[in-house]
């Protein structure tokens, strides 16, 4: 096994030469792919330690993991040049692609912030999820867009000179970003090499009802990488309409309609799986297994994985 500090160097040393295989640089226009490249989310295998994580999402047909580098994931961030060797060192063991991370980051001034992207990007990391950011009430939606911009602006310059690719997730919500019409505006005149939208269907249709389509084109020049999930609408507590997410196809999500688009509009990025409705707390990242055995776990996550590519051939 390589010693953790010769497995940065040999990751810093190649990572940025490597123009084939399982890491290559993310591209919205590449070559347009007949199957999704999926990774599943790490945040829903925090109950394994990485080797155990590693081999799961290979025995379940995944592509790759989608690695939770931040506070209560996987990494702590304040670890990072410790543990993410090992996380990456399992996950290539497994023959899978380590290209993809979910972390807290959302600028380039706070020096953990740095330390976790210039080690993920030596070690072959080449997309990461941002940390949310949110409107202030001391300012109005557009002076807080055009302010969060130059704060993008500032973290783009940061990731081109790593090699790296940052990806803001459209969410459903408050925050920025609840609305297809927020990203646009914090990622404008930014290119998507150095912070895209990471597009979220199951958040989209929730804000967007019938009118995610619109939302779809106006951000696909921008996405970098999208994510699946599903979801219903169901009478709560005292009544009210609360979202209830469920597996794939079981919601209000059109997959059909949309891997169409998707192909329309020649969106090749990788995917990500993500698993929110109940599985006995693994939804929420639990670390230990309580309600539900790894079994029943496991058989549900194969499901929505084995849906996901019967619907993209079809499409």
């Known amino acids: 096994m390589l010693s953790r500090r010769k497995f940065i160097l040999t990751g810093a040393a190649f990572s940025g030469a490597v123009l084939s295989g399982a890491n290559t640089p993310v591209s919205l226009k590449s070559r347009y792919q007949e199957e999704l490249r999926y990774s599943i989310f790490s945040k829903h295998l925090q109950f ?17 993991i989608d690695l939770t580098v931040r506070k209560g994931g ?42 976790v992207l210039k080690t993920a990007a030596g070690l072959g990391v080449k997309l990461y999820r941002l940390g949310y950011v949110s409107f202030s009430d001391d300012q109005t939606i557009p002076d807080r867009l055009r302010e969060l911009n130059g704060q993008m602006k500032e973290l783009a310059a940061f990731n081109k000179s790593l090699n790296i690719s940052g990806a803001y997730q459209n969410h459903s919500g408050t925050r920025v970003g609840s609305e297809i019409w927020d990203i646009y505006h914090l990622l404008k005149d930014i290119d998507p090499k150095e912070i895209g939208c990471q597009y979220d269907i199951r958040h989209g249709v929730v804000e967007g009802g019938q009118s995610w389509v619109n939302g779809l084109k106006l951000i696909a020049p921008q996405i970098n990488c999208i994510v699946l999930k599903d979801f219903v609408w169901t009478r709560g507590k005292y009544g009210r309409w609360e979202v209830k997410n469920v597996p794939l196809g079981e919601g209000m999500v059109d997959f059909l309609a949309y891997f169409k688009m998707l192909k329309e509009l020649k ?48 499409a």
């Open 48 to 64: 394994l330690d990485y080797k155990g994580m590693a081999e799961a999402a290979a025995n379940l047909g995944f592509d790759g």
């Open 74 to 115: 996987h990494v702590p961030p304040e670890e990072v040049e410790d543990k993410l060797p090992l996380a990456i060192e399992a996950i290539e063991n497994a023959g899978l692609r380590h290209d993809m991370m979910a972390s807290d980051v959302n600028n380039a001034e706070e020096e953990i912030h740095k330390r």
């Open 267 to 314: 969106v090749d990025v990788p995917v990500t799986v993500h698993y929110e409705y109940d599985l006995g707390g693994v939804e929420h990242g639990a670390t230990k297994l309580s309600t539900m055995k790894a079994a029943e776990i496991f058989k549900l996550m194969k499901k929505d994985l084995e849906y996901a590519k019967k619907i993209w051939r079809e």
